[in-house]
């Protein structure tokens, strides 16, 4: 396991929105899509999120590592969650959604902004408040011919 901090320069930051989304109206994170991307990004290059609908990500905060499902609606990609498992991730209704209770602890709501950092593009994330510093602890990214067999088992 490393450790590798938000100021790092192989960690690429990513201004994301918080909106509201869906029936319940509950906050979610708003991705911004490829374009938006290239200007938004503190660093790093229009790909750093490496991320589409469906893909589950471990999404860092508070010093815990939770689960994240990507969804998408007509307007783009979102983070509507964070877990504890990847199972919980993938049917949300069965967990508790930690993405809500850190928004609420950190009076985000609609219309706020927070930092995505890009630590493993395509699977691990940070999310943090901007002018704050965070430190991941990041297990190494599975080798891609098995990411690639798990994603294809998964469907």
Excluded at 8 to 28: K, L
Excluded at 99 to 111: E, K, P, V
Aim: glycine share 10%; proline share 3%.
């Amino acid at each position: 396991m490393a450790r590798i901090t938000s100021d790092d320069e192989s960690v690429a930051a990513v201004r994301t929105d918080v909106v509201r989304s869906g029936g319940t109206r509950r906050p979610c994170l708003r991705l911004p899509d490829d374009d938006a991307l290239a200007r938004r990004l503190e660093s790093g290059d229009a790909e750093a999120l490496g991320v589409s609908d469906g893909d589950v990500i471990r999404l860092s905060f508070d010093r815990e590592t939770r689960y994240a499902r990507v969804d998408a609606d007509s307007r783009g990609r979102l983070l509507r969650g964070a877990f504890d498992n990847r199972r919980l991730a993938r049917s949300p209704g069965e967990g508790e959604n930690r993405l809500l209770g850190w928004l609420r602890d950190h009076d985000r709501a609609a219309g706020d902004t927070v930092l995505l950092d890009v630590v493993v593009s395509g699977d691990a994330y940070g999310l943090r408040l901007p002018g704050d510093r965070s430190v991941y602890d990041v297990d190494a990214a599975p080798r891609g011919s098995l990411a690639d067999i798990a994603r294809d088992l998964d469907g």
